[in-house]
């Protein structure tokens, strides 16, 4: 008889484990952003944000959204639509010239800022193939992408002669080279 009851003991033991686990969600594939934490502190599906109990309702934004897809540092894709974007590395080894069309130089580097945002192009300028060159911090608000047929060539708000003249900058050390 003992061994009926401990046997049948443990069978209830079991069977409300099985409904406990039951009753909990299955988070298998839900994404990230559908999961919250209800009273208890267990992990849930938000069913206002995730209707499907699995994904996020679209929005209405095209494409892949960070937030949507429950990584908020992600850039949404809507923010590349339309837009006219560039990388540094259209920029760095670029010529530029003079709004008079005057070949000053090349973008040599980029000035960053802490906060990401881009501070000052770093122009080659009055030298021969590298030689004789100095670096000029020009302002980002000075340099316009313009498009000449099938290609782009930056165009530079200065004078060849500004910008002969201008403050050398020094990379290395990141700051003006004084005279």
Same mark, same amino acid.
Request: proline letters at 2%.
């Given at each position: 008889m003992n061994k009926t009851l401990i046997a049948l003991s443990a069978a209830a033991g079991l069977f409300a484990l099985n409904a406990s686990s039951a009753m909990a969600q299955d988070m298998t594939g839900v994404d990230p952003a559908c +999961?919250?934490? &209800?009273?208890? /502190?267990?992990?849930?599906?938000?069913m206002a944000k995730c209707p499907d109990g699995k994904t996020l309702a679209q929005s209405g934004m095209s494409g892949m959204s960070g937030e949507r897809a429950g990584y908020a540092w992600m850039v949404p894709a809507d923010a590349f639509t339309g837009a006219k974007i560039m990388s540094a590395s259209d920029f760095i080894g670029k010529r530029v010239y003079t709004k008079a069309g005057e070949d000053i130089g090349e973008v040599n580097d980029m000035i960053i800022s802490d906060n990401g945002k881009i501070n000052a192009a770093i122009l080659g300028v009055g030298g021969f193939l590298g +030689?004789?060159?100095?670096?000029?911090?020009?302002?980002? &608000?000075? +340099?316009?992408?313009?498009?000449? /047929?099938? @290609?782009?060539?930056l165009v530079v708000d200065a004078t060849k002669d500004q910008? &002969?003249?201008?403050?050398?900058?020094?990379?290395? @050390?990141? @700051?003006? +080279?004084?005279?």
């Amino acid at each position: 008889m003992n061994k009926t009851l401990i046997a049948l003991s443990a069978a209830a033991g079991l069977f409300a484990l099985n409904a406990s686990s039951a009753m909990a969600q299955d988070m298998t594939g839900v994404d990230p952003a559908c +999961i919250v934490k &209800n009273a208890e /502190g267990k992990d849930v599906v938000d069913m206002a944000k995730c209707p499907d109990g699995k994904t996020l309702a679209q929005s209405g934004m095209s494409g892949m959204s960070g937030e949507r897809a429950g990584y908020a540092w992600m850039v949404p894709a809507d923010a590349f639509t339309g837009a006219k974007i560039m990388s540094a590395s259209d920029f760095i080894g670029k010529r530029v010239y003079t709004k008079a069309g005057e070949d000053i130089g090349e973008v040599n580097d980029m000035i960053i800022s802490d906060n990401g945002k881009i501070n000052a192009a770093i122009l080659g300028v009055g030298g021969f193939l590298g +030689i004789g060159e100095k670096d000029v911090a020009v302002s980002m &608000n000075s +340099i316009d992408v313009v498009v000449d /047929g099938s @290609t782009s060539k930056l165009v530079v708000d200065a004078t060849k002669d500004q910008l &002969n003249s201008a403050a050398a900058y020094d990379r290395a @050390t990141r @700051t003006y +080279i004084v005279k």
